[in-house]
DNA sequence: CTGAAAGCGCTTACAG
DNA sequence: CTGAAAGCGCTTACAG
């Protein structure tokens, strides 16, 4: 491997230069430069990472935990982390992945991590309600972005960036008052869930905006599991009203609601429009396919980065994004 | 932050009786030894990792290209990513995420990443059929450990571990076949798919050992997606021939022939026993739960990072594990 | 515009 | 068992 004292060498100059030509090349002349980059490509000199974060002590490294699995289906995660290491890089910037306790217990590993200049900072996903990690990192003046908010709490402690789950309910709302549905319910979680009672407000104002009912017409399932949104469907169903849109708080409930639909003979899509959440690769893989809310997967990890990069000049950042319908079968006109 | 120095002001020693106090704890007297740790623990010291790294020429970083995810539904990515991470965590390393383009024309961001000693060595996995990235890495020296054969390929060029999917297609048959199973398909994917012919050469040999017909209830699916599962279910019923068991080569494509039984009338578990492979999420979480070949992550995480880290004395290492059977619902007794 | 010097925080022989 | 010295490969002021 050559170092930059044998590119200097070669080149005749001195090892600064060499240093200069890669970092601040507008301070070489350029006849100097064009020795010097001729040097470089000659002897295929890549300078050394670690030498460089010795003497800066940045990493370019930013750390993020991989969730535990058991914990919950997580099935948007490889689209998050390939969106996430992209953005890195366009920064010049890598991802280091770890493992850590949930909660309180894990913060030792963060702190760990930055002490021993690992990594520069963190980007957190899976936000609790009254995550105490963001507290925490804040108070240790460790650099953190967080995608998903401190579910409430008044104050955020640091900067995050998040997906508007009340406007994403909305317009799956509005879309299927589009397409002719008047009755549409709302398939959800306990109220214990921040993201949930995020994005149960959101189908619950739309439909009070467009003059349809709600009363009778939530549900809320125990588990996300395709089990628990059928049972949920068929109670809805059972309760005599007619309903003819529901909106699921995730693909795997919609699937469930699909499910249950199908099996009493009723066409989904043309009977009942269904919607779910987040656009896992299941909905494009049912038949008919799962209309559902896309997270902007590029354009958050975009804003996690350059947030977490940027100069946190003053206040905590906070940016809420849209989500995307994507139309699909279960939602087709009736 | 402390550094060694100040550890060593503090103890009252030199600085390389910290460092051996650190890494050759033995060679230090016990009172001394004692003196240092407590210097440690009061200054609340950690190592930098980008000096000694340096200093080592070892960064105990190992990368890992995420895949990108149109290519393919990868559902249990995040399951292999926390085991391995996991694992490498208990050896003292981390697990970089990088990009990279598909095939030989990754292969400079493999060679840059090491070259600038941004990481020892690479896990790969998502092997291809001929994938030359197992070639270009060995001629270059650079360490690496595949998670998956090279297909259709005499001599491996570099060491890997895998799952015996041969093996797990005979399992399904003979797990079937203890159910009561006599006629017993496979839906599985076109010939030039090396893992898929794997699969597929266990449930016919399995078969045959098991005095089953295999002809006419093999059928190769052109894409893994429900809809093709069920489309290829539909041909297999409708060739008029009974069919009691099914080893499908993937989850979805079980979850295919699953959709297509109940629209037939027919209960899954009951009537045709069904079986998936790898274990996806959505195994546990359909209904009746789907019978599914678990690939054996922690173990499969723990030999790739010991092959990578160890001493590679000789020839590549080559892992075959066997998968494990997860019996739920659509394969009860009929 | 270019170069001599110092130093980032460790570890590795080696001498005592 | 402990310590003085050298050096890993860079970058950062600073002088010329």
Redesign the pocket.
């Known amino acids: 491997?050559?170092?930059?004292?044998q590119?200097?060498a070669h080149a005749?100059?001195?090892?600064?230069?060499?240093?200069?030509a890669?970092?601040?090349p507008?301070?070489?002349?350029a006849?100097?430069?064009e020795r010097v980059n001729r040097s470089i490509e000659l002897l295929n000199?890549?300078?050394?990472?670690?030498?460089?974060s010795?003497?800066?002590?940045a990493v370019e490294l930013i750390g993020y935990c991989v969730p535990s699995w058991p914990n919950q289906t997580h099935l948007v995660m490889d689209q998050f982390l390939h969106a996430l290491c992209a953005a890195a890089e366009r920064t010049g910037r890598h991802i280091l992945l770890f493992t850590a306790p949930g909660g309180v217990d894990g913060m030792p590993t963060y702190d760990d991590l930055h002490a021993r200049?690992m990594v520069d900072g963190f980007v957190l996903s899976q936000t609790e309600t009254h995550d105490p990690r963001h507290g925490w990192l804040k108070e240790q003046g460790i650099p953190f972005v967080s995608f998903g908010r401190v579910w409430k709490e008044t104050t955020q402690p640091g900067p995050w960036v998040d997906v508007d789950g009340a406007a994403g309910s909305a317009m799956a709302v509005r879309h299927l008052y589009e397409s002719g549905r008047r009755r549409i319910a709302f398939l959800g979680w306990p109220k214990s869930s921040g993201l949930g009672e995020d994005r149960v407000g959101g189908w619950r104002d739309a439909c009070k905006d467009l003059g349809l009912p709600t009363t009778g017409l939530t549900v809320r399932c125990r588990e996300d599991s395709i089990e628990e949104g059928a049972r949920a469907t068929a109670r809805l169903l059972d309760a005599g009203r007619t309903v003819d849109g529901i909106v699921a708080l995730s693909d795997i409930l919609a699937l469930g609601a699909l499910r249950e639909l199908t099996r009493r003979g009723l066409t989904p899509g043309h009977d009942v429009g269904v919607t779910g959440f987040d656009d896992s690769p299941l909905a494009e893989v049912v038949s008919p396919g799962l209309t559902s809310l896309r997270q902007p997967m590029d354009q958050i990890a975009e804003e996690l980065i350059t947030i977490l990069t940027g100069s946190s000049n003053g206040s905590p950042v906070e940016r809420l994004l849209r989500p995307e319908l994507v139309i699909r079968g279960s939602s087709a006109p009736g």
Chains 1, 2 share one sequence.
Not at 12 to 20: A, G, P
Not at 54 to 57: A, K
């Open positions: 491997m050559a170092t930059l004292k590119v200097a005749e100059v001195s090892v600064q230069t060499v240093s200069n890669l970092n601040a507008h301070r070489l002349r006849d100097t430069l000199y890549r300078p050394n990472r670690n030498a460089r010795l003497r800066t002590s200049r």
